[in-house]
């Protein structure tokens, strides 16, 4: 079993639609979850960084963290075909350890 | 923000031969950068992690002696492929951290495409 499951996708969705992407893991010492755009050829760019459980709103993108469930989601409102890209999910345990990243799930907004 | 550069984005080599890819910090001091391996639609997979001044760390499986790993500055690592093969083909990235003891400060580089023909 990995330590990261994501489900790959791809997902196609209208424009305008709310996205929800996400991840489980099993690791129960993870305290830190990022999200990671990236888009073809090109590397991962950070969108959302939340420590611990919790929700982490920023613009269109919301970050939820469920420690209990060991699940975390991204949800991205009013989706754009600019947001087509892939989406990782990363996590740690802190203190500057290495991340340990989830499939990626590709996506799709389509016009 | 802080920016990572690599260089050089994309390279095609023959087999046999050994290519350099370069990852620099621009505007920050990165203590540790993190080599990644990744295929076509899978994950970002480590491959070593670096510190200034010291060995890297390798990851399992990893052949540290064809994947030579240098971290002289506080400012520039390097990943040398020697002697490549076509099966080394991939996307190489790198990332690097800022400071110690922060957790967030992951700043990715754009990515190597090698070709080995």
């Known amino acids: 079993q990995k330590e990261v499951e994501q489900d790959p996708g791809p997902l196609s969705v209208p424009e305008g639609a709310i996205v929800s992407l996400n991840c489980t893991y099993s690791?129960?010492?993870?305290?830190?979850f990022m999200w990671y755009r990236q888009y073809s050829r090109k590397g991962p760019e950070l969108l959302m960084y939340t420590y611990s459980s919790g929700n982490k709103e920023d613009g269109r993108f919301t970050a939820q963290v469920d420690k209990s469930s060991k699940y975390i989601s991204l949800f991205i409102r009013d989706s754009q075909p600019s947001d087509s890209a892939t989406y990782l999910c990363a996590m740690n345990a802190g203190g500057g350890n290495k991340l340990t990243f989830g499939t990626g799930t590709q996506l799709k907004v389509e016009l | 923000g802080a920016v990572v550069s690599q260089h050089p984005s994309w390279v095609i080599c023959k087999s046999g031969t050994s290519v350099k890819i370069e990852c620099r910090s621009l505007d920050f001091q990165a203590t540790t950068m993190f080599w990644y391996r990744q295929f076509p639609k899978q994950s970002l997979m480590l491959m070593a992690t670096s510190n200034e001044g010291s060995k890297a760390t390798y990851e399992q499986g990893v052949e540290k002696d064809k994947f030579l790993i240098n971290h002289a500055s506080l400012t520039l690592s390097t990943l040398t492929v020697t002697s490549a093969h076509p099966e080394d083909s991939s996307f190489y990235i790198c990332s690097a951290r800022e400071g110690t003891g922060l957790n967030y400060g992951y700043t990715f580089g754009s990515g190597t495409r090698l070709t080995v023909v």
């Open positions: 690791n129960s010492a993870f305290q830190y």
